[in-house]
């Protein structure tokens, strides 16, 4: 069973820090990782992707990867309202299993 | 282009009747996946195809629920004799190649049963 895990938060940060969220996962073959941001009442979207060790920055964003913890994180610099909103940790394992396993999420508040 | 599209945005029917949800992945998109997401939790995996091909369907519940995509377009997940513990989001996405990773969702369809 393969398992992702995440903090359900909400996790409140000031307007200006940073925010960091965190997922580890169960399946050791696990290649693939990705951040997905999810408003009330709206679709998940695609933020954020990783698939080597260490850290990827895209503007704002940083992923970050450490296969042999089974940890995957993401920082928010510079935190904004308006990223208030669910963030999910999905999965996808070797082998060609090409189906995401996604955690419960994490609630992120940002406050003014 | 236009995104995953999902018809109906909203399903309200009755314990026992059958309901057919519709996806329209992005053009082009190889891969297309069903996934259910209940209040306060990420989706779940439901069944995925490659082209027309159904790849993986462990995902559904029990016998009651069946997908296709018979000409890798335009896919349907039927719900049959549905009940009421069936109610949910039901969330469709889609990606460019097989390798399952940067999928795009579409806007779901709630389904309630009654």
């Known amino acids: 069973q393969k398992e992702v895990e995440q903090n359900s938060g909400p996790l409140s940060v000031p307007e200006g820090a940073i925010a960091s969220l965190n997922c580890t996962y169960s399946d050791r073959g696990s290649q693939s990782f990705f951040w997905y941001r999810q408003y009330s009442g709206k679709s998940p979207e695609l933020i954020m992707f990783i698939y080597s060790n260490g850290d990827k920055e895209d503007g704002r964003f940083t992923a970050q990867l450490n296969k042999a913890s089974q940890y995957v994180s993401l920082l928010i610099r510079d935190s904004q309202p308006s990223d208030s909103a669910t963030y999910l940790c999905?999965?996808?394992?070797?082998?060609?299993?090409?189906?995401?396993?996604f955690g419960k999420g994490t609630m992120l508040l940002v406050s003014p | 282009g236009a995104g995953v599209s999902q018809s109906p945005r909203y399903k309200v029917t009755k314990r026992g009747q059958d309901v057919a949800l519709r996806c329209d992945p992005i053009?082009?998109?190889?891969?297309l996946y069903w996934y259910r997401q209940a209040l306060g939790q990420g989706p779940e995996f439901l069944t995925y195809f490659n082209y027309e091909a159904q790849q993986d369907k462990s995902g559904l519940p029990n016998d009651r629920f069946s997908a296709e995509r018979p000409e890798g377009s335009i896919s349907t997940l039927t719900i049959q004799r549905t009940e009421q513990r069936d109610s949910a989001m039901y969330r469709c996405?889609?990606?460019?190649?097989?390798?399952?990773?940067?999928?795009?969702f579409g806007p779901g369809t709630r389904l309630t049963v009654l």
């Open positions: 053009s082009g998109h190889v891969s």
């Open positions: 996405a889609s990606s460019l190649g097989s390798s399952g990773g940067e999928q795009f």
């Open positions: 999905a999965v996808n394992s070797d082998s060609g299993y090409s189906t995401l396993t």
